[in-house]
């Protein structure tokens, strides 16, 4: 039911949504280290949902026939100095899986594969979120300077309400 390019390009989401997902946990150990519990448990949500991102796009290959080819995960960094520069990190990781998903997207559009077009609609929408939550994370870093422990008040706060 898909292209073989659309298929390539699908699998080639999957291998970055767990390249993610395998960042995020590097991330969330890392802030583990310095004993910021509430952010490590941040980025281990996030984890888990970029691993379901990877999931979900599995499952819709098998929906729509396709092969899925799976990749070796690549290996994060791992050694970051601040908590700036890890959720600067998500930041710019956010925004390059804006651009693949709307590379992907385009894709559809120019194939007139109405149905993936579709499916990726969710993951669109999705990545406003994903980016506008890490900018504002990024703000609140910023706005804490080295009280770090605000910002792990007021994501406890914030996770606590999403639950």
């Known amino acids: 039911m898909i292209s ?13 949504e767990f390249d ?10 890392r802030l583990e280290e310095m004993g910021l519990k509430i952010l490590a448990a941040f980025f281990s949500r996030q984890q888990e949902e970029e691993r379901e991102h990877a999931l979900k796009i599995i499952g819709y290959l098998h929906e729509v026939d396709g092969k899925v080819a799976l990749s070796p995960v690549a290996k994060p960094k791992s050694d970051y100095k601040s908590v700036r520069s890890i959720v600067e990190a998500a930041v710019k990781a956010e925004l390059d899986v804006t651009k693949r998903i709307n590379d992907v997207m385009n894709l559809a559009v120019a194939e007139k594969d109405h149905a993936t077009a579709s499916f990726l609609k969710w993951f669109v929408d999705e ?8 900018r504002d994370l ?8 080295t009280n770090l422990l605000q910002v792990e008040a007021r994501l406890r706060h914030e996770m606590a309400l999403k639950q």
Not at 4 to 16: D, H, T, Y
């Open 20 to 29: 993610a997902s395998h960042a995020y946990l590097a991330m969330s150990c």
């Open 4 to 16: 073989k390019k659309m298929n390539g390009k699908l699998n080639g989401q999957i291998a970055l």
């Open 127 to 134: 990545q406003v979120e994903e980016v506008a939550g890490m």
């Open 138 to 145: 990024l703000n609140l870093v910023k706005l804490a300077g």
